[in-house]
């Protein structure tokens, strides 16, 4: 072949290249293929549509709430918030009439009030359009969240709702408008960024203690076999046999992206996903529901790379035999955290603040501190919140004191007109994960960008902080 022949050849070919990379190809679907990544459609805001970044609502003396959804989660929350000051429970509702009597007897254990009960699928409207109920708490299967919540906000409530808040991007898109629109607070109710040695982890990192963090890793690995017949109608099973991706990913999620200042100041930028095949799940599909496909693989891994360079990775098994864990770890550039399998931290000199290493104590760049510099640190380090709250915490409990720090917090923020601790943004970033995750892993772990849900205020504040009167 002639070289000037080749040359055009050569030529051609990076051409053809070029345009396939930087081309933008719709798919058909709700995002297109652009320069090389896939990039989901992004509403613009509607005109009179403010953002929600800092709200803060009117406070609300007495916290008068109504929960939707009182199967194995709904009761605990029931429960909690009779340990709460200056909270009514006006309003239990389920599609079973039995769960709701169970709460009903809670209440009147705890002396407290009756609750108007409501029963059946649409029985939560009605619950939604009283006058005199404030927050509307969501503990429902995962593809009951949005409607309810999106009918609760617009019908004057704030809304708390369980993880992950909603399955799909579009549905993140509908609880940042909807919430945008009719000022209402829309929190997840993510209650392992309330652990203690989370908290405590994230106290440090804004003290320093890591340096800059550079990874962070968190999963959510439970193998749920003892549990697949407990859930109302079997929906998380059929859920995971129609989705792919990582489903339930914002317990191992919302911890790590607060340490890393998510939507304050840094923002989740692209992520690719690998998946393995599905054994486990598909074994028990099979036999629970006679089905010869299975969607969700047994292990899910994902990376998310941030706008300031770091990477996130979390994983999602909920069908192998293995000891549960959330992972949790963060690696800085001057220090290290892990909660899984083991509580340890690498510390590097200089980096704890005066007076909290132990007499003598020497630090090991490459090994896990001692238990005693360990000990020091998780004490010199405790959150402020955990200060105030944790005996109580630890005496409600629910998963070990977390939750009721959660619930603590929301009726604080409330009762004090303050901005929550999670917002909208927290919620869509940290759930919409299932649906980036899954498409990334039907197209050979291509890359997709993060909706920024912000609309480009995602700088507008700087750190996160939880409020106090
Ligand atoms: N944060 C945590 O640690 C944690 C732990 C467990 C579960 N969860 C979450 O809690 C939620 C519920 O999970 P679960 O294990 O209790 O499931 P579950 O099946 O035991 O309970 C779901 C309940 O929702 C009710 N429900 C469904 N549709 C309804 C409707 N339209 N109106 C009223 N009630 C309705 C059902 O009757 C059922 O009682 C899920 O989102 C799950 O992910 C969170």
Redesign the pocket.
């Known amino acids: 072949m002639k070289k000037t022949n080749l040359f055009k050849i050569i030529v051609a070919f990076f051409a053809v290249v070029m345009f396939v990379a930087c081309a933008d190809v719709p798919s058909g679907e709700n995002y297109r293929f652009k320069d090389g990544m896939i990039v989901f459609d992004e509403p613009s805001r509607v005109a009179g549509q403010e953002s929600m970044l800092g709200f803060a609502a009117e406070p609300i003396h007495t916290v008068r709430v109504g929960f ?7 009761p605990g929350a029931v429960n909690r918030f009779t340990h709460i000051e200056g909270v009514e429970i006006k309003g239990l ?4 009439q039995n ?1 709701v009597t169970k709460c009903q007897t809670m209440l009147e254990r705890a002396s407290k009030p009756k609750a108007e009960e409501y029963v059946g ?1 649409e ?2 409207k009605e619950l939604c359009e009283r006058e005199d109920v404030d927050l509307i708490y969501i ?4 593809v ?2 949005v409607p309810i919540a999106v009918y609760a906000m617009e019908h004057g409530k704030h809304v708390a709702i ?2 992950p808040a909603a399955t799909s991007v579009e549905e993140c898109w509908q609880l940042v408008d909807t919430s945008e629109r009719t000022r209402r607070h829309c929190m997840m ?1 993510e ?1 392992c960024v309330y652990d203690f040695f989370e908290l405590t982890c994230l106290n440090m990192a804004q003290q320093g203690v890591f340096g800059e963090i550079l990874h962070a890793e968190g999963a959510y690995i439970h193998n749920l076999e003892p549990y697949w017949n ?3 109608g079997n ?1 998380r099973l059929d859920f995971n046999q129609k989705h792919r991706g990582d489903v339930y990913a914002t317990h191992g999620f919302g911890p790590v992206c607060q340490a890393l200042n998510i939507h304050r100041g840094n923002r989740l930028t692209y992520l690719v996903c690998m998946d393995t095949k599905s054994v486990n799940g598909l074994e028990i599909a099979k036999s629970k529901m006679g089905v010869d496909e299975f969607a969700n693989a047994d292990h899910t891994t994902t990376l998310v790379k941030t706008e300031l360079g770091q990477t996130i990775e979390i994983q999602h098994n909920v069908y192998t035999p293995r000891p549960k864990t959330r992972l949790y770890q963060l690696t800085g550039t001057k220090g290290f955290a892990n909660k899984y399998p083991v509580q340890g931290f690498t510390f590097t000199d200089g980096m704890l603040k005066d007076g909290v290493l132990p007499e003598g104590a020497r630090l090991n760049p490459h090994g896990f501190a001692s238990d005693e510099v360990k000990n020091a640190a998780l004490a010199a380090y405790k959150h402020p919140i955990h200060q105030e709250i944790e005996e109580k915490a630890k005496q409600v409990g629910g ?1 070990g004191g977390m939750d009721f720090v959660m619930d603590y917090r929301l009726v604080y923020c409330l009762q004090n007109g303050l901005p929550l601790d999670q917002d909208v943004y927290d919620a869509a970033e940290w759930s919409c994960i299932g649906e980036l995750s899954a498409t990334s892993a039907k197209h050979n772990s291509m890359p997709v960008a993060v909706p920024d849900f912000t609309r480009g205020d995602w700088n507008k504040l700087q750190g996160l902080k939880f409020h106090t009167k």
């Open positions: 939707i959804g009182l199967g194995m989660r709904g509702c389920d599609l079973e769960n699928p029985a939560y503990a429902t299967d995962w009951n969240h369980e993880v109710l209650n407990s859930y109302h929906w998963h």
